[in-house]
């Protein structure tokens, strides 16, 4: 056995340095003291020897040694007797000793101010702002739209309150937000559950609430929460309640509860409710997903609530040509009531508001003449008759029941839902599942079998594979829907999804002909990604419900409005043939075509053009263009008109 050499000088030296050092404070000054004694007085003697006139006796030579070691140390260097010069240096060090103190002190002091502002523990004193409350893919949406909602006004403010870092939230928003105009973004790190934290945003003197949609299977308990923090305040004195809170819960069966934490002033959507009739609605109105953008984006025209008193006694027929920049659409009544599309002949009452869509709330402003209508140019009505439909569902998520329950509501008898899905769970749950929704798309009770026009049928396949979707008859299918796999995260489903849709315009091509597909993206970039073509529907479910978040923010009268426009029943917007309202190839003024869908009992709110279906960024959709608008339609161009179901 050798013999283990034993350390080498140097290495004892630093061991008992690192010892002495781990002493903290005391160490630290005696070793910087002893550092400084090493250099300083022989340095002070070596100038005392280089001076021009060096001092010829010993003590004299010492007395301007001292005097340079004094000036170094700011001990000042005073000669005298012995006891003298230590009581001097005893009261200089004294001082240097207070003056270090107090300069660490302050500067310490000054150090934890700045890095408590940095981390966002200061309250928000704004008044009238919107506040936010988590963090998730809704909030770089909803800070854009509430910027631009905010852009006509001198002072906006927006506080956003969430379990992160201040200065990442900070530089994210000022990365993909980069002019917010007007509107200042404060940002604070907390909980949004703990009322403590919800007072340092201010939410007693906000205008607004927004509880963001946080990740993962305990979204909608988060929400709960926070609704139940909210209304544990107000925790700084002074501040009374918020306007009103908004929110979106992720299942339905969770509404009831979010509804009794948040109170009466509380706004709850359900997420999946709304992206499952839109994607519904999708199938049978091809293009709907970029009206609905149209509509709840404030950088286009919007749903806004006017008052005119001048419109009183007159009926909602009238109503609809009086306006030349806004597209009328329905009425609230004195006592609150929302009136999507009522009947041409329902008259105004006193007290009445106008629900039109404008581009501004200042736009919406009566015209000095009535607009010119061409009854010679008005088409008769193109009946469709109603006829089984065939949908091809591709993927799976906790949506796609509830889109087979709204899917059995609207179809005829005879129609088809093929589902194609793969991951984990048995296929037997699944189709189960599917079964369950046929008698619910009849308003049925759980336990009573009805009679469903819909058939299901389910079974397991890659649908990332194209031997998977070329075994399929795709070409035999009226719509294809292609969903978001919910067992992974946002960005890997969106991935899933585009290799599925780059094999479906292999298949397009092989048959010669497009398929109308609408297709589920959870992140608005993965849809810049998407292979498109003009049969394509893309429903970006973060990035809508952001939306109408901000725009029930901004207008509570807004929540109810689209809570009729995503219910089967309700008035919807739709998208039909212009050959049915005015004589293809004729030019004739919008007003004229606001005259036809009258006629017919439908509001029309603008067109899409077939030949711009694929060009960026409007896709042929025009929202209420103004009444005086010269219009040629052509056979492929659609007329978008809010109707009943």
């Known amino acids: 056995m050798g013999h283990t050499r034993p350390p080498s000088f140097r290495l004892r030296l630093r061991y008992w340095f690192d010892n002495t050092m781990a002493r903290s404070t005391p160490a630290l000054i005696g070793w910087l003291s002893a550092l400084c004694t090493a250099v300083v007085v022989p340095v002070s003697v070596l100038l005392v020897w280089a001076e021009a006139h060096t001092p010829t006796t010993p003590r004299n030579l010492l007395l301007a040694a001292w005097k340079n070691v004094g000036t170094v140390f700011k001990l000042g260097g005073p000669v005298g007797t012995p006891v003298f010069v230590l009581l001097s240096v005893l009261v200089a060090a004294l001082g240097v000793f207070f003056a270090s103190t107090l300069v660490g002190l302050i500067t310490t002091g000054v150090n934890e101010k700045i890095m408590d502002l940095r981390k966002g523990r200061s309250v928000v004193l704004e008044d009238g702002h919107t506040v936010l409350l988590g963090w998730s893919e809704q909030a770089i949406p909803i800070i854009s739209e509430l910027a631009q909602a905010n852009a006509n006004l001198r002072r906006a403010a927006v506080a956003v309150l969430a379990d992160r870092d201040k200065t990442e939230m900070e530089d994210e928003i000022r990365a993909l937000v980069p002019k917010p105009g007007p509107t200042r973004v404060i940002c604070r790190t907390g909980r949004p559950d703990d009322p403590a934290d919800v007072a340092l945003v201010g939410t007693g003197t906000a205008r607004s609430v927004i509880v963001l949609t946080p990740e993962g299977a305990t979204a909608d308990a988060q929400i709960v929460r926070t609704l139940l923090a909210l209304n544990r305040g107000p ?96 009425l609230r009544t004195a006592d609150g009531t929302l009136l999507l599309n009522p009947p041409s002949a329902t008259p105004i009452g006193e007290g009445d508001a106008i629900i039109a869509v404008s581009r501004d709330d200042d736009t919406v402003v009566l015209a000095q003449t009535p607009p010119a209508v061409d009854p010679t140019a008005l088409a008769d009505p193109v009946e469709r008759p109603a006829r089984p439909e065939s949908v091809l569902m591709l993927g799976w998520n906790r949506r796609a029941p509830l889109i087979a329950d709204l899917l059995a509501r609207y179809v005829t008898e005879g129609s088809v839902l093929d589902v194609v899905a793969d991951g984990p769970g048995p296929a037997q749950a699944r189709a189960q599942a599917l079964d369950g929704a046929r008698a619910a798309g009849r308003g049925a009770p759980p336990d009573e079998v009805v009679a469903s026009p819909l058939k299901t049928a389910f079974r397991e396949g890659d649908i990332g594979s194209p031997h998977t979707l070329h075994a399929l008859d795709i070409g035999s299918y009226d719509h294809v829907v292609v969903l978001g796999y919910d067992d992974t995260d946002a960005w890997q489903a969106d991935s899933r999804t585009l290799v599925t849709l780059l094999h479906l315009r292999d298949l397009e091509r092989s048959l010669g002909r497009p398929i109308h597909v609408v297709a589920e993206m959870n992140d608005d970039r993965s849809r810049a990604l998407a292979p498109v073509n003009e049969g394509d529907d893309f429903v970006v479910n973060g990035r809508l419900i952001a939306l109408l978040l901000t725009q029930i923010a901004e207008n509570a009268d807004l929540a109810r409005l689209f809570d009729i426009l995503f219910s089967p029943g309700g008035s919807e917007i739709c998208l039909r043939p212009a050959a049915g309202y005015v004589r293809p190839g004729t030019e004739v003024s919008f007003a004229t075509v606001v005259e036809a869908a009258r006629r017919r009992g439908e509001s029309a709110l603008g067109y899409r053009v077939g030949a711009d279906a694929a060009r960026a960024p409007a896709y042929g959709i025009r929202i209420n263009p103004p009444k005086s608008t010269l219009v040629r339609f052509e056979p492929e161009d659609s007329v978008i008109v809010l109707t009943g179901h």
């Open 235 to 330: 925790a700084v004195p002074g501040q009374r309640r918020p306007g009103h809170v908004v929110t979106a819960l992720r299942d339905a069966a969770n509404l009831t509860a979010a509804r009794l934490a948040g109170g009466p002033r509380t706004r709850v959507l359900c997420y999946d409710e709304i992206m499952a009739r839109l994607i519904v609605q999708t199938c049978r109105q091809p293009g709907l997903p970029l009206v609905y953008l149209e509509l709840l984006d404030y950088a286009g025209d919007e749903f806004y609530v006017t008052a005119e008193p001048r419109l009183a006694g007159r009926t909602y027929g009238e109503a609809l040509l009086a306006y030349e920049t806004s597209a009328v659409a329905g």
